[in-house]
C-alpha cells in the first residue's frame, strides 16, 4: 500500500438497534485478518458506542477509553440515550487528537472501520455525528454502510421505513453509500433486491400483505402512502450499491468489498470535486466576513480617535500580557494499537522473558 499511496478507505457503519453491526464489523475484520496476503492487512477500527457492554473485536481506538458512559449520566442527571448522545459529544471534543492516530497509521493499513452507537439517530442526526463523518470524509476516502436487518424486513411496511432512512442519510452525507442485507443465513436477501428492482412487485407483495385494507377492502392510507413512496424512491433505487451478508458465516463479505472498492472510485470522482467546492465557498464566505469586519472596526476606531485624541495613545497590543490560552488538556485518546495503557489486560502466555530484563518473574516454590 505505502507503494501506490493508497489512502485507506473509511467504512462508517449504521443501522437500526439490533441490525448486526458489531457483529458485521467483527465478520469483516476477520476476513481482512484471514487474507492470504502476508502478512494480512488488519484494519483499524474504531468503537463510537460508549454503552456498548462486550465487542466480539478489539478496537484499536474505544471511546469507552476516554468517556465513562455511566459517570456521564451520574453527573448530569441524564437517562441511557442522553448519557449517550453527551458521551460523543465529549468524545468529538478531541477528535481532532483521533485523526492524528488515524492519520499516523495510514500507510500500514488498507481500512479504517467505524462502529457507531446502537441508536441510530445519536449518530446520524446529532451534530457530533456529523462532525465525525465531515471530519474522516474530508481526510479519507469514505463510505457509509447501512445495515439492514433483513429478517425484519419482510415485511412491506418494514421495508419501506428501512429505505426511506437509507434515502434520508444518503442525501444527509452525500457519500458513497452501500445497503448491506445483514443476517442472510437466516433470511435470503433476494427478496428485497426484486422489491428494488420492480416496484410493481412491491406493489403486489404490498397489496397482499395484511393490514393493508381496511374492513369494506379499500386500500387504507399506509397503503397507498407506501405505494406512492415506492415510485419516489425507484430513481434512489438505480443508484445505489446492495449486498447480500452473512455475518455468522462470512457469505457476501467478498462482495461488501468489491462494492466499498467501487465506492472509492465514486469518492474520487464525485465527493472529492464537491467537497473541493464547498470548501472554497466557505473560505471565500469567511473571507469577505473578515474584510467587512476589519472595515467595521477600522471605520469605529477612526472614529473614536478623532472623538479623543487621547484613546490612539492607550491603544496598543502588549504582547507580555497576552495569557495563553487552554489546549483543552492532555491527550486522552488511547490507541490501542501502540504502547500498553494503564490497566490493560497483559496475556503472559504470550510474552517472552528475554525481551524485558527488568520484568522480576515469578519462581515455582
Known amino acids: 500500500m ?25 465478520r469483516i475484520n476477520a476476513h481482512l485478518r484471514s487474507q492470504s496476503q502476508s502478512p494480512p492487512t488488519p484494519p483499524y477500527i474504531l468503537n463510537l458506542d460508549p454503552a456498548v457492554a462486550n465487542l466480539p473485536f478489539e478496537a484499536n481506538i474505544d471511546i469507552r477509553d476516554t468517556v465513562d458512559y455511566h459517570e456521564v449520566m451520574k453527573q448530569y442527571n441524564l437517562g441511557p440515550n442522553g448519557g449517550i448522545l453527551t458521551a460523543l459529544n465529549l468524545f468529538t471534543t478531541k477528535f481532532d487528537q483521533v485523526l492524528d492516530l488515524v492519520e499516523k497509521r495510514a500507510e500500514d493499513v488498507d481500512y479504517v472501520i467505524i462502529d457507531t452507537p446502537g441508536q441510530i439517530e445519536i449518530f446520524t442526526w446529532s451534530a457530533s455525528g456529523a462532525i465525525i463523518t465531515d471530519a474522516v470524509a474530508s481526510a479519507l476516502p469514505t463510505v ?14 418494514t421495508f419501506m421505513s428501512n429505505m426511506l432512512y437509507a434515502c434520508s442519510i444518503l442525501y444527509k452525507t452525500k457519500l458513497p453509500f452501500i445497503v448491506v442485507f445483514n443476517k442472510t443465513d437466516a433470511q435470503p436477501h433476494a427478496f428485497a433486491l426484486e422489491w428494488m428492482r420492480d416496484f410493481e412487485t412491491f406493489q403486489e407483495a404490498l397489496a397482499t400483505h395484511q393490514s393493508t385494507t381496511d374492513d369494506e377492502g379499500a386500500p387504507t392510507y399506509m397503503n397507498s402512502l407506501m405505494n406512492s413512496m415506492s415510485l419516489v424512491l425507484d430513481e434512489f433505487y438505480k443508484h445505489l450499491k446492495s449486498v447480500g451478508v452473512s455475518s455468522v458465516t462470512g457469505d457476501g463479505v467478498a462482495d461488501f468489498f468489491e462494492a466499498v472498492e467501487a465506492s472509492r472510485e465514486e469518492y474520487e470522482k464525485e465527493y472529492l470535486p464537491e467537497l ?4 472554497a465557498q466557505r473560505e471565500a464566505t469567511l473571507q469577505k466576513q473578515k474584510e467587512d469586519s476589519t472595515t467595521r472596526l477600522l471605520a469605529d476606531l477612526a472614529v473614536d480617535r478623532a472623538s479623543d485624541p487621547k484613546f490612539a495613545a492607550q491603544d496598543r497590543w502588549n504582547a507580555d500580557e497576552e495569557e495563553e490560552e487552554d489546549d483543552g488538556g492532555e491527550l486522552n485518546i488511547v490507541d490501542r494499537s501502540e504502547d500498553p495503557w494503564p490497566g490493560q489486560y497483559i496475556d ?17 516454590a
Not at 2 to 26: E, L, Q, R, W, Y
Not at 276 to 279: E, L
Not at 353 to 362: C, G, H, Q, S
Open 2 to 26: 505505502a507503494a501506490t499511496n493508497k489512502k485507506p478507505v473509511c467504512i462508517i457503519t449504521i443501522g437500526m438497534a439490533g441490525s448486526g453491526k458489531s457483529t458485521f464489523v467483527h
Open 144 to 157: 457509509v454502510a447501512y445495515i439492514v436487518d433483513t429478517p425484519r424486513t419482510v415485511a412491506p411496511a
Open 276 to 279: 473541493a467546492r464547498v470548501r
Open 348 to 364: 503472559l502466555t504470550e510474552a517472552r522473558r528475554k525481551e524485558d530484563p527488568d520484568t522480576a518473574w515469578p519462581r515455582p
